[in-house]
């Protein structure tokens, strides 16, 4: 990747697309930065941490959250937004056929996305704000006092920063290389790595008896990472090839088709998503206690804490059972088996040894399947295992800095930086060829 990054420099057109993507995150950075007047940024940090969901969040914005800055909500009203939107789209027939229809039915549902995406950020906004401001902990009186409108400038900022996210992650898209959203949430993810690291490695090296049992945690910390990374990286390029063939087609005195290809069906195709829902789910519950009811100590909201809250075994058990459920649900939505099969029966291909039509799709339904199954269990191991492994090596309190989550997140965005990198430097090389 560094090579690839280092021969990119050399093409005045890529180098410039670079050059513009790297800008752009730096204005997105120095918006997590900036302080909304009004807030209390010590204490609401405080509430911040002590909400498992909150805290994934703020780590996805790199802290901003935490800090109580103009870009607060970073992308996550955007992406629950995109989230809402590909299931409505999954279920409605006339958004179906708006999929289906180009780039004008694709522009359609990017309108829908964002609209979702402005309602989500008025009520996460309107929740931070009222909910952390009647505990009388996350914000200050200004404007002489009245805490009416400091309410309203507080949700006003915290609205206008999502949606300005979601503008620099369209112009990211559009003028630079790689998607947008992906490459925020990525450096986002980073910055607070990088961060709970640096706090963590500070506390880890306090004190001159624990030097050497620091330095075997660092060790042991490094040694984890770098399998686990490897791990993503291997699962995440592991895929099932169903070779098909084209049957060869006489089209007046030309002879076409005989060609062999296959279908890719990867062992991971669905990312990070059924651990965003099944995690989304579990913690929406505690969401909602944590704004609306401060006081940990009353009786439900404890019991919830205790035996279902995060860090739980029955949390954990959930959890995995969710990931399960969540994979097989969002394989069936994006792997449509019935149209591949028409697909490749109209173009008067076959797999070999299986029967065109129905039976072609039930061939492929069983295998994707089966693929699906190892998917889950990767992302049920890596949303419990992680966390465990750290813990038990002493480096517990580093699982903020990389969480199951963020670590394919990381890899993911990586590698298809890496990809589309590769696919402008190519391109470039073609232009010049033709020239």
């Known amino acids: 990747m560094f090579k690839t990054l280092a021969d990119a420099f050399k093409i005045k057109e890529v180098r410039n697309k670079l050059i513009l993507t790297l800008v752009l995150l730096f204005v997105y950075r120095l918006g997590c930065?900036?302080?909304?007047?009004?807030?209390?940024?010590?204490?609401?940090?405080?509430?911040?941490?002590?909400?498992?969901?909150?805290?994934?969040?703020?780590?996805v914005s790199g802290g901003a959250l935490s800090q109580g800055s103009f870009l607060a909500l970073g992308v996550s009203p955007y992406i629950t937004a995109s989230i809402i939107i590909q299931l409505l789209a999954a279920v409605i027939p006339s958004w179906q056929r708006l999929s289906k229809e180009g780039a004008d039915g694709r522009k359609k549902i990017s309108t829908y996305t964002k609209i979702a995406a402005l309602i989500i950020a008025l009520a996460q906004a309107i929740g931070i704000a009222v909910g952390f401001g009647t505990a009388g902990s996350a914000h200050i009186e200004i404007f002489g006092g009245s805490e009416v409108v400091c309410y309203i400038f507080i949700v006003t900022m915290l609205v206008a920063g999502a949606m300005f996210t979601v503008w620099l992650g369209e112009k990211i898209t559009e003028i630079g290389i790689g998607n947008g959203m992906s490459l925020l949430i990525f450096v986002g993810i980073l910055s607070s790595a990088a961060s709970a690291i640096m706090s963590n490695f500070q506390n880890l090296f306090v004190g001159g008896d624990t030097t050497q049992t620091a330095?075997?945690?660092l060790v042991l910390f490094i040694v984890a990472l770098i399998a686990i990374f490897a791990l993503v990286v291997f699962v995440d390029g592991g895929e099932r090839k169903v070779g098909v063939q084209y049957a060869k087609q006489m089209k007046g005195r030309k002879l076409y088709g005989g060609q062999s290809t296959y279908i890719p069906i990867r062992v991971n195709a669905n990312g990070v998503m059924p651990i965003i829902f099944a995690s989304a789910l579990l913690t929406f519950p505690q969401l909602l206690m944590s704004i609306f009811d401060s006081d940990s100590s009353s009786g439900f909201v404890?019991?919830?804490?205790?035996?279902?809250?995060?860090?739980?075994?029955?949390?954990?058990?959930l959890l995995a059972l969710l990931i399960l459920a969540f994979a097989y649900f969002y394989t069936m939505i994006n792997f449509d088996t019935d149209e591949i099969s028409r697909q490749i029966q109209q173009n008067g291909g076959f797999i070999p040894g299986i029967r065109p039509g129905k039976p072609t799709s039930q061939y492929l339904n069983s295998i994707n399947k089966r693929i699906t199954l190892?998917?889950?269990?990767?992302?049920?191991?890596?949303?419990?295992?992680?966390?465990?492994?750290?813990?038990g090596i002493g480096a517990g309190g580093l699982n903020s800095a990389f969480s199951a989550t963020g670590m394919l997140i990381v890899v993911s965005v990586a590698l298809e930086f890496d990809k589309q990198l590769e696919a402008q430097m190519m391109m470039k090389n073609y232009r010049g060829f033709l020239k």
């Open 33 to 59: 930065w900036l302080p909304i007047p009004g807030i209390d940024s010590e204490a609401l940090g405080v509430n911040v941490e002590e909400s498992t969901f909150l805290s994934l969040l703020s780590s």
């Open 215 to 217: 330095i075997w945690q």
């Open 302 to 317: 404890n019991w919830w804490s205790k035996w279902i809250g995060a860090g739980t075994w029955v949390y954990a058990i």
């Open 374 to 391: 190892f998917g889950a269990i990767f992302l049920a191991f890596m949303a419990l295992i992680p966390t465990l492994l750290f813990t």
